[in-house]
T-cell receptor, first 111, second 117 residues
Framework: DAKTTQPPSMDCAEGRAANLPCNHSTISGNEYVYWYRQIHSQGPQYIIHGLKNNETNEMASLIITEDRKSSTLILPHATLRDTAVYYCIAYYGGATNKLIFGTGTLLAVQP | EAQVTQNPRYLITVTGKKLTVTCSQNMNHEYMSWYRQDPGLGLRQIYYSMNVEVTDKGDVPEGYKVSRKEKRNFPLILESPSPNQTSLYFC????????????????FGPGTRLTVT
């Protein structure tokens, strides 16, 4: 069964790097992995996406394993405002043919 | 300002009373989608639309209808709401299909909190 799995929660000290993992074990080689975050109950906001190579933007870095079965979102210097739920999303092709959201990781940044 | 708007933001209704939640985007996006969010279950897709007059079921379409008569609007219709449809609903849009070999970021609306008693 196609599934995108994430740990339900993580803690991180302010100023330290937050590493959020995601498993997307059955995606094909041609579809992107996306990360969004949701603060309180607002609409999710896009963070970053990747296909095969590591990616970096002004918000975060994304590392995708060579076999593409997992990825890690890295917030290099977490701040209190990064406290949010982070969603990993992957598209599963073939018979599944749909986007599947992970259930999200609540990142709590501690002062 | 580029945005996705939803109305109403909050709604309390009774079982069986038909309701519509509107969604509108001003970015000329092709793709629009509805999600529901429930504790412990994350975001689940209800319906999506790849273009005008083209809609398809997502993960949890039962009890919902949608229409896409105009590019900018994608209303969600609950013909006979039931308490298990109490949830937080999000509409989203993107330039094109948010999957596949190109990335198209999805823009989410602010959410509609629906309670069915």
């Amino acid at each position: 069964d196609a599934k995108t799995t994430q740990p339900p929660s993580m803690d991180c000290a302010e100023g330290r790097a937050a590493n959020l993992p995601c498993n997307h074990s059955t995606i094909s080689g041609n579809e992107y992995v996306y990360w969004y975050r949701q603060i309180h109950s607002q609409g999710p906001q896009y963070i970053i996406h990747g296909l095969k190579n590591n990616e970096t933007n002004e918000m975060a870095s994304l590392i995708i394993t060579e076999d593409r079965k997992s990825s890690t979102l890295i917030l290099p210097h977490a701040t209190l405002r990064d406290t949010a739920v982070y969603y990993c999303i992957a598209y599963y092709g073939g018979a599944t043919n749909k986007l599947i959201f992970g259930t999200g990781t609540l990142l709590a940044v501690q002062p | 300002e580029a945005q996705v708007t939803q109305n109403p933001r909050y709604l309390i209704t009774v079982t069986g009373k038909k309701l519509t939640v509107t969604c509108s985007q001003n970015m000329n996006h092709e793709y629009m989608s509805w999600y529901r969010q429930d504790p412990g279950l994350g975001l689940r897709q209800i319906y999506y639309s790849m273009n005008v007059e083209v809609t398809d079921k997502g993960d949890v379409p039962e009890g919902y209808k949608v229409s896409r008569k105009e590019k900018r609007n994608f209303p969600l219709i609950l013909e006979s709401p039931s308490p298990n449809q109490t949830s937080l609903y999000f509409c989203a849009s993107s330039l094109d299909f948010p999957w596949g070999q190109t990335n198209y970021e999805q823009y989410f609306g602010p959410g509609t909190r629906l309670t069915v008693t």
